[in-house]
């Protein structure tokens, strides 16, 4: 994953009639995306807020090249979409649905791998890069451009963040949620590796939480391979075990899981680490 | 959700995995079965054994004061409201064997182990992990076969049967702790632990009546004094380590979701006044796409609806912020910036 990925040009997004597709198309419009053209089934020929209505994926190749697919189609019917971009070969796929059964998501991950394709989320607000990009949900507002990458498992403590830094008028360079979920694409050590080899980019918020290693994975990461200061916090340290909290992915199933256990292997690892996004955010620079 | 060892099997059963015979036994209703038999309390928790809740019966005479206990037996908060019976299995040597989605790597992986029964969670070495997959299974099958040391032409269609049953139920867990090797040389399913994805319930109507836990909303502590309200998984996490770190018992945590509306925020403000001995009440709400001018005029509709609403401490930030601080200051309900300063200042008004 690099930025030119990120900020490709001709962006589609499937389910684009829906509330939440038509919605966000206008919003990431608005913050200057590209959206040349979504998918509905039995939809084509309708317009979004001036965006053509197409039936399939391969019906807008025939007018377009496409660079990023974001998807608003609802749970049950996300694996067909998922694996219609997949197949397509687009090169950036943003889920934002959530409940996606995690059956369906490890055929979809398998075939993202297979095709080359790079896959944010799901059950994630996508991706900000405020002044410049918007591939999801997060509001456009709450970002303005500048230095910091952010990367989040969670949509709200991610507006947090970038809302804190936003009125201590530091800006962002990237603000990429992952998701929530057991099973999704891209992880925090590919967003730390953006953020590394990106000369944009001089410090770097992570933010996790219970559940999965992720967070441990990142630990490694960081201590081997980043040179730039980490600001890190892990959400979670009071969640019981063996119960989900909201979120797919945020359940305790051993200590190595904890959110002690991941602060203590961030700091180790050389990060700061934080017990609130408050103070968090008033200690960058 | 975990279902109970009985609602497992029965997935095993259509799977046509080999199981011991058994019967359900309802309250009130005793069914009959050969003896002996082993009557099992159906609990969703492990340490079943050990807690006393499976009891092997021989003779007719004990069959109702057995029954009898069990209903009455309560093992980590769960009194059963069903008993399974089965017939008592020969045992040559007990195994393990799970299917379970491995998250980091994106797998289904297989587990095992040589020794099965109640020990075997302390047992941290000695496990076989392999990948699989629908193409791997035969090669899988075969390296199971050598490790369990028995007939890979008996372990070929189990283990099939096992990753259909896994893949076609949408379970993210299928246990069978102990696989039992009869001395006849045949193996059985003795117990099954299985949990099922809540994200594929809509596509499996048969397990629409289970009790299904919401994860949204999760009590803590019947005994808390602080309960929580927050939008997104995340934030509520953080409310609840908040209130905690400071020293003070969280009853809940509680997500209202992103978009939430007045009628959510009702809902939850219901939601919470289960807990007894709740002193104070925070409202923690960052909005995207959720405005807080709608939480605001949900709050003052809470405050009028329910009467002895503990006090509200409340942050909001976000979409609409402005509207709603203008509209909880017209009804002189007052909110805080941050989250800490709510904290400290429910730390003021509950008595530990």
């Known amino acids: 994953m690099n930025s030119s990925l990120l900020l490709g040009q001709n962006v589609i997004v499937q389910g684009i009639t829906g509330a939440h597709g038509s919605f966000h198309t206008a919003a990431m419009r608005a913050a200057g995306t590209n959206v040349i053209a979504g998918t509905s089934p039995n939809k084509a020929g309708q317009f979004v807020d001036g965006v053509p209505v197409y039936n399939s994926i391969a019906a807008i190749k025939k007018d377009f090249s496409i660079d990023c697919s974001v998807i608003f189609v609802p749970a049950p019917f996300a694996k067909t979409a998922l694996l219609e971009a997949v197949t397509e070969q687009i090169p950036l796929i943003v889920c934002i649905t959530e409940g996606i059964p995690i059956h369906d998501m490890l055929e979809v991950t398998h075939k993202a791998r297979q095709n080359n394709c790079v896959l944010v989320g799901p059950n994630c607000p996508g991706i900000l890069i405020p002044g410049e990009q918007k591939l999801g949900i997060i509001p456009t507002h709450l970002g303005m451009p500048g230095t910091v990458g952010i990367v989040s498992r969670s949509g709200t403590l991610t507006y947090e963040t970038a809302a804190g830094l936003t009125e201590r008028n530091i800006g962002q360079a990237y603000i990429i949620g992952i998701g929530g979920d057991r099973i999704h694409g891209v992880g925090f050590t590919d967003c730390l590796a953006l953020f590394e080899d990106d000369p944009r980019v001089s410090s770097i918020v992570l933010i996790g939480e219970i559940g999965g290693k992720s967070e441990l994975e990142a630990a490694t990461f960081i201590k081997q391979k980043v040179t730039k200061p980490v600001y890190a916090y892990i959400v979670g340290r009071h969640a019981p075990s063996g119960v989900q909290l909201g979120h797919a992915g945020a359940i305790l199933s051993s200590d190595t899981e904890s959110a002690k256990a991941k602060t203590i292997a961030l700091a180790h690892a050389g990060a700061q680490t934080f017990t609130s996004i408050t103070e968090l955010v008033k200690t960058i620079k | ?352």
């Open chain 2, 1 to 352: 959700m975990k279902l109970l060892e009985y609602e497992a099997k029965a997935i095993l059963k259509k799977h046509h995995l080999p199981l011991p015979k058994g019967t359900i036994i309802q309250k009130g209703i005793t069914p009959e079965f050969p003896l002996p038999a082993v009557i099992k309390s159906q609990v969703p928790v492990g340490g079943r054994g050990k807690a006393g809740g499976i009891i092997v019966v021989s003779k007719s005479t004990d069959i109702i004061p057995t029954i009898d206990t069990l209903f009455q037996l309560t093992i980590k908060n769960h009194t059963p409201r069903v008993l399974l019976a089965e017939e008592v299995i020969p045992i040559k040597n007990e195994l393990y064997l799970a299917l379970l989605i491995d998250r980091d790597v994106q797998e289904i992986q297989l587990l095992a182990h040589k020794q099965g029964g109640m020990e075997v969670e302390a047992n941290h070495e000695g496990f076989l992990r392999l990948p699989l997959t629908k193409a791997s299974l035969p090669e899988c099958s075969k390296k199971l076969a050598a490790f369990f040391n028995c007939n890979v032409k008996l372990l070929t269609p189990l283990l099939k049967s096992m990753f259909t049953a896994l893949v076609t139920s949408d379970a993210t867990l299928i246990e069978i702790n102990p696989l039992i090797a009869t001395p006849n040389g045949v193996l059985i399913c003795g117990d099954c632990k299985m949990e099922i994805d809540n994200a594929a319930l809509y596509r499996h109507p048969e397990l629409k009546n289970h009790e299904n836990p919401d994860s949204n909303f999760v009590r803590l502590d019947k005994n808390g004094t602080v309960a929580t309200i927050a939008n997104g998984a995340g934030l509520a996490m953080a409310t609840v380590d908040a209130v905690a770190g400071i020293g003070m018992k969280p009853a809940n945590f509680l997500d209202i979701g992103g978009g939430a509306t007045t009628n959510s925020v009702l809902g939850a403000f219901e939601k919470i006044m289960e807990f007894p001995r709740i002193e104070a009440i925070i409202v923690n709400i960052f909005a995207g796409i959720t405005r807080c001018d709608e939480i605001a005029r949900a709050i003052i509709e809470a405050k009028q609806a329910i009467p002895h609403l503990p006090p509200l401490f409340i942050r909001l930030a976000g979409t609409n912020f402005e509207e709603a601080v203008a509209i909880l200051t017209q009804h002189d309900i007052p909110t805080l910036s941050t989250l800490e300063e709510c904290v400290a200042a429910v730390k003021g008004v509950v008595h530990e």
